[in-house]
């Protein structure tokens, strides 16, 4: 891959007092797609304005293939955005629209129509370009706002949230149309957004980011099944969570016990710390295997009896949840095959689930 | 109730009547009834021996006279001057209050363009006179501070009217403008700057095309308002700067020619109304947008 096309060093913002971004570093490969993940208010969009060039930092470099873009105006970056409400121009056509960036920067007439015409083929809208921008529907007005970026070609294409006014199918469609044009044209991408599975779903890497600062940089897998931080479990996916106190620790493993007295074996931290006083225990939905019989868990290293207390049919997705003591409820994901179909409000079943699919942490005041 | 209300029901028909009578009254008996007897009127001729005729003598006087149809274009061409100065610097301030301020201080900027009017007319253009006649604050300054040796008269020209009108308008012109200002989203003039724009870019394609209908509705309030004024120019204009109104006034009051008087009227109602629908023509815009 080429040089890295985008890094950011140090960067913070602070207002009145208030870190809205701090001493943010990360660096986007050229051509790929990035997104940045955290709840709202966690400083995301503050960073994307600086990217943009709408807010300076207070400290920390914006580089572009090694050069720093701080003291470039947002008109003159190469670097383009989607705004959360696209803002495409209602006064003009989409063809307009299209071409206002060409036209600022002089380009001849012929080249503007051409390129427009280009740009329109490329986000599969060939015939908008007389339409009113009304005229279009959500999804299409969301390829006309990229189109009118991407016909600049940027080298760096900033996204705010832009699927967030869509209905869930258009946007669910969206995000798989967005991940192929962006793998089709190539431009670098970076999103933010607060829906961690469009950042799972779209992104190459992905920046979770909380209270201004960034938790764990990595690839959707390795945030999904190497959380590095509690924030980070919690917020990627869906986790059982419970609070525990630990016992002890060998090979790898922690030995932890809830109040109620349930004990739990999980992952040691992979840099070898070791976990001590009261600490989060993490276990994926997926990762416990629910069944009528105790003989199927029995070789896994943690087991326990529970009770449905609800059932949460959603196709492929359903879940149940238990209660396996006072303290610990546990959502389980209902296995595919139809076996647990039957499953009723109030029957005592069967969990499991192994030991390195579930993560401790200790309890830290902030998260 | 909501069935009472609803104007497709035959009791919603005579609730929407009953409650757009006085509205309607109103309408008819202070403004259709006076204007058709005073249209009625600017067709009389009076002749010899007390007799009345019906003629468009009143009318075609206007074109023959040089005097009044040369006031006319005089004001209608002040009147258009005056609208564009105040459009030039309302959008800025209206740009600045809708956008730039927040909060408390835009309550302040709002009601100071406002304060002006708890005054009245005639009070306001008093004051000009203080400031700018030729023992005034203005003249005198200037001599306190040695720009001029001797008295300066600065009443009495076109340009004193203007200022006058300017002043008097500013608010129907800033009104609409900053509703205009506040319904435009930021993020338009981010995307216009993003995209490569400039301030002046940014300006001409993005802003004016947002903010027209609302520019076109304060240049029509402004435009009606200079034309019909009576008090400004006559007081800061005096003989120098004649205005239309001025010759209605003299046909009703001193020569006692309501006939005359009546058609000058009309006239001016009709000269009036053709000069903004060709202004909306040239600028593209339709009333109903406008008005809306």
């Known amino acids: 891959m080429a040089a890295p096309d985008l890094n950011v060093v140090d960067l913070s913002k602070s207002y009145e007092g208030i870190t809205a971004v701090d001493r943010v570093s990360f660096t986007v490969p050229s051509g790929s797609f990035f997104s940045i993940l955290g709840p709202s208010g966690c400083g ?65 007439k012929a080249e503007i129509e051409q390129r427009v015409q280009k740009m329109l083929n490329r986000v599969s809208l060939p015939d908008a370009g007389p339409k009113r921008i009304d005229q279009l529907s959500g999804g299409q007005k969301q390829r006309i706002a990229i189109a009118r970026c991407l016909v600049l070609e940027p080298a760096l294409l900033l996204l705010d949230e832009p699927l967030g006014a869509l209905d869930l199918k258009l946007r669910e469609h969206m995000k798989v149309e967005l991940k192929l044009l962006q793998a089709e044209i190539g431009t670098t991408f970076v999103y933010i957004t607060h829906d961690q599975s469009e950042a799972l779903v779209m992104s190459d890497r992905v920046a979770v980011m909380n209270k201004g600062r960034l938790e764990q940089v990595g690839t959707p897998q390795e945030l999904y099944y190497n959380p590095e931080t509690p924030f980070v479990a919690s917020f990627v996916g869906v986790s059982n969570r419970f609070a525990c106190q630990v016992l002890g620790q060998n090979n790898g493993e922690v030995a932890l016990k809830t109040r109620e007295g349930l004990t739990v074996y999980a992952a040691a931290q992979k840099n070898g710390s070791a976990v001590s006083g009261t600490a989060s225990v993490f276990v994926r939905p997926e990762a416990v295997l629910i069944t009528r019989d105790r003989a199927s868990v029995a070789a896994l290293r943690n087991q326990a009896e529970a009770k449905v207390t609800n059932i949460l049919f959603d196709g492929a997705n359903s879940s149940a949840i238990l209660e396996v003591t006072a303290d610990v409820s546990l959502t389980v994901a209902l296995p595919q095959d139809g076996r647990m179909s039957l499953l009723k409000v109030g029957e005592t079943v069967h969990v499991g689930w192994r030991s390195d699919a579930t993560l401790c942490f200790a309890e830290t005041i902030s998260a | 109730m909501i069935q009472a209300m609803n104007p497709a029901t035959p009791g919603g028909k005579l609730t929407f009547w009953l409650l757009f009578a006085p509205a309607m009254l109103w309408l008819i008996a202070l403004i259709i009834a006076p204007h058709l007897q005073l249209f009625a009127i600017s067709f009389r001729e009076p002749s010899a021996g007390g007799q009345t005729s019906l003629g468009l003598n009143n009318y075609s006087e206007f074109f023959i006279e040089p005097l009044y149809w040369r006031t006319f274009a005089r004001t209608a061409i002040m009147s258009i001057v005056t609208t564009i100065l105040t459009a030039v610097i309302g959008l800025p301030v209206a740009y600045y209050i809708a956008k730039l301020t927040r909060g408390y201080s835009k309550s302040i900027l709002f009601v100071a363009c406002l304060l002006p009017f708890w005054v009245s007319e005639l009070v306001r253009t008093l004051g000009w006179m203080i400031l700018l006649r030729e023992t005034g604050v203005l003249s005198g300054f200037l001599q306190a501070i040695g720009v001029i040796d001797h008295p300066i008269e600065f009443l009495y020209n076109d340009a004193t009217v203007i200022v006058g009108l300017v002043y008097t308008s500013m608010l129907f012109m800033v009104v609409p403008l900053i509703n205009g200002f506040e319904s435009l989203e930021d993020s338009l003039i981010e995307a216009g700057y993003d995209l490569g724009g400039n301030i002046f870019s940014v300006t001409r394609d993005i802003i004016i095309p947002h903010v027209m209908p609302g520019l076109v509705s304060g240049c029509i309030v402004v435009f009606m308002l200079s034309l019909g004024n009576y008090a400004t120019p006559t007081l800061l204009g005096g003989k120098n700067s004649l205005w239309f109104t001025e010759q209605i006034y003299a046909q009703f009051i001193t020569r006692f020619n309501w006939e005359q008087g009546a058609a000058f009227g009309f006239l001016l109602l009709v000269l009036s109304s053709a000069i903004i629908w060709l202004g909306l023509r040239l600028t593209g815009q339709r009333l109903v947008d406008v008005v809306r």
């Open chain 1, 44 to 108: 995301k969009t503050t960073l994307l304005r600086m990217l943009a060039g709408f807010i300076s930092p207070d400290s920390g470099d914006i580089r572009i293939g090694g050069q720093s873009v701080l003291g470039l105006p947002p008109n003159r970056r190469p670097i383009n955005m989607v705004f959360q409400h696209l803002a495409l121009f209602p006064n003009m056509t989409v063809a307009e629209n299209v071409a206002y960036g060409l036209r600022r920067r002089g380009v001849s």
